[in-house]
């Protein structure tokens, strides 16, 4: 395990406002299979290798030691939504007292009531939403449905992102 300390961070650029910015990769599974998925990752399934909450909680709370203005969470995965505490992470994060960013790259596939709670449990913290629309699977009334959910839970602070996943020799 690496230990680090405040001084141990170089900052370039403008430092006046502190920004924390860190990439949380929750797993490498994605229940799609795309064909031209450069990570080549394997399905979700009930044997799928999962980040352990204990230890995304641990990652979560050493980074926050930092002090800092303002704090940049990415979750990634495969497809983030999969991770068995998900949810559980996002509250843990909307109970953090710091102004936090929380970006989150999913491909939209829970059902609409998983985004309700997910929306519900990040009232808290300003939520970026990037929905990766993969033609091969995707089911644009779904997303629709998740869009029309996200502007009722916010206003003009937050965002929602629309990433067209194509393979370049079937993007027509």
Do not use: W
Not at 98 to 105: N, T
């Amino acid at each position: 395990m690496i230990n680090f300390n405040s001084e141990d961070i170089q900052f370039f650029g403008n430092t006046n406002n502190k920004v924390f910015h860190i990439n949380l990769s929750l797993s490498e599974y994605c229940n799609y299979q795309c064909s031209y998925c450069a990570a080549q990752v394997p399905p979700a399934n009930k044997n799928s290798i999962f980040l352990s909450y204990e230890k995304i909680i641990e990652t979560l709370n050493r980074f926050f030691i930092f002090d800092a203005d303002e704090y940049f969470i990415v979750l990634v995965g495969g497809e983030p939504t999969i991770h068995p505490n998900f949810l559980d992470i996002v509250k843990y994060i909307n109970n953090i007292n710091k102004k936090i960013y929380l970006y989150i790259i999913t491909n939209a596939t829970r059902n609409v009531d998983y985004f309700r709670i997910l929306f519900n449990n990040a009232n808290n913290i300003k939520l970026i939403l990037k929905i990766s629309i993969h033609l091969e699977y995707t089911k644009f009334d779904h997303i629709k449905e998740i869009i029309i959910l996200y502007n009722k839970f916010y206003n003009d602070n937050t965002n929602i992102i629309i990433a067209f996943m194509v393979h370049p020799l079937l993007k027509k």
